[in-house]
């Protein structure tokens, strides 16, 4: 299917409509009552990994109060009106089978692999190519297979799209992560107290909820006690009391407090408000091992490709900020791990690798709702299908 991306801001109530009425709307509905019962850093954690759920509950909000949506509406709705769009031509192109996966795909509870496949597929339509989702229309014994195919003049190239969450490989997970911090704040705010809580962990943190509220319980009653170390499980936790309470910390400010290092796999929050200030450094001793996780996903993906035409491998690494590029494509990073597997003979039918992060996305409006961000390419030098690189 060919397809233009340029959306109106007239067009967008309608889309949006056809959107909510074809994926059920009750679903949504139920979904945002869910959401209601969460706060804190897990609930902006929800909405991350749902990036629908907040843009439909502002429109619902001004559907109710009558207001016109294209007057009022925010980037993030004017973002998810062009996604419906693009998603609604989907669905009513591709075949049955194809409708019910994608739909069904819709309603789990983490978009971002799947909207990573949509943005890709919107590059490509914008650049005048015509794409075929085989992967949608694909029924469940025909097995594992690539997104979609790309057509241009008479080039047919073939197409993977590959979401490696923050969480890939890491010791500390990010949802882990803002649970223990929400458990920690719950049970000190409205304390008057002003603390920083440093914790060493030695393996990884782990999801455990009710294992969160014990530690939190038992940093109550250390602080509670003035104490400046507290005891949890093999957990190595210091507390030391800040002199005033901190008001709008800034990330500055931060830096003056803690002594931070990325590299030692470290992760910091804190919490200010009325009197209580409340900051909390968590550690691992042990490394992170992102690069194998994105490395044996890749090579996993081999098989997924005809191997009859070009493939491109899309890999978008979630949490990369713009000026870790430079690294990541340094002899040491990404570039050491494409270039192993560029090296398989088994992926010769592999053309490019890029490798790309929802960070620095820039929103613009223009008959049309754009996502710009770094894209960091490798070329297969022994590559058997010899394509302009520039198709891609």
């Known amino acids: 299917m060919?397809?233009?991306?340029?959306?109106?801001?007239?067009?967008?109530?309608?889309e949006i409509e056809i959107f909510l009425s074809t994926t059920d709307r009750t679903h949504w509905t139920k979904r945002l009552k869910e959401l209601e019962d969460y706060n804190g850093l897990y609930k902006k954690f929800l909405t991350t990994r749902n990036p629908f759920l907040e843009p439909i509950k502002e429109y619902c909000d001004l559907k109710s109060k009558g207001l016109v949506i294209r007057n009022k509406c925010s980037d993030k709705l004017r973002l998810f009106a062009g996604r419906a769009y693009i998603i609604n031509r989907i669905i009513h192109n591709i075949n049955?089978?194809?409708?019910?996966?994608?739909?069904?795909r819709l309603k789990d509870n983490d978009l971002r692999s799947l909207l990573f496949?949509?943005?890709?597929?919107?590059?490509?339509?914008?650049?005048?190519?015509d794409v075929n989702f085989v992967e949608y229309e694909r029924s469940d014994n025909e097995g594992r297979t690539f997104d979609f195919v790309i057509e241009k003049n008479s080039i047919k190239a073939e197409v993977e799209c590959k979401w490696k969450s923050i969480n890939a490989g890491r010791k500390i997970t990010q949802d882990g992560f803002y649970n223990l911090v929400d458990n920690i704040v719950k049970q000190l705010k409205g304390k008057k107290i002003s603390c920083l809580?440093?914790?060493?962990?030695p393996q990884k943190l782990g999801k455990n909820l009710t294992e969160f509220t014990d530690m939190a319980l038992a940093l109550k009653s250390a602080v509670e006690l003035k104490q400046t170390e507290?005891?949890?499980?093999?957990?190595?936790?210091?507390?030391?009391?800040?002199?005033?309470?901190?008001?709008?910390?800034?990330?500055?400010?931060?830096?003056?407090?803690?002594?931070?290092?990325?590299?030692?796999?470290?992760?910091v929050a804190s919490y200010s408000r009325g009197s209580s200030t409340i900051i909390i450094k968590i550690e691992c001793e042990k490394k992170d091992e992102v690069l194998n996780a994105i490395y044996a996903d890749l090579k996993d993906s081999l098989e997924q490709f005809s191997k009859k035409k070009a493939g491109l491998i899309a890999c978008n690494i979630e949490g990369v900020l713009g000026h870790q590029w430079k690294e990541l494509s340094s002899e040491?990073?990404?570039?050491?791990?494409?270039?192993?597997?560029?090296?398989?003979?088994?992926?010769?039918?592999?053309h490019t690798v890029v490798y790309t992060s929802e960070d620095g996305y820039e929103l613009k409006q223009e008959g049309v709702v754009e996502i710009r961000s770094i894209c960091l390419t490798f070329l297969n030098p022994k590559r058997k299908f010899k394509i302009d690189q520039r198709f891609f």
Not at 2 to 14: A, E, I, N, R
Not at 236 to 254: D, G, W
């Open 2 to 14: 060919k397809l233009s991306v340029c959306l109106y801001d007239k067009q967008y109530q309608k």
């Open 117 to 129: 496949e949509i943005s890709t597929a919107t590059h490509f339509f914008r650049n005048d190519f």
């Open 332 to 350: 040491s990073g990404l570039a050491e791990k494409t270039r192993k597997l560029f090296e398989k003979e088994t992926a010769v039918h592999i």
């Open 230 to 267: 507290a005891v949890f499980s093999d957990f190595e936790i210091n507390i030391k009391y800040l002199p005033v309470v901190i008001k709008n910390i800034s990330e500055e400010k931060l830096k003056t407090i803690v002594k931070f290092d990325r590299t030692r796999n470290q992760h």
């Open 96 to 104: 049955d089978v194809g409708k019910r996966q994608l739909i069904s």
């Open 197 to 201: 809580f440093e914790i060493k962990i």
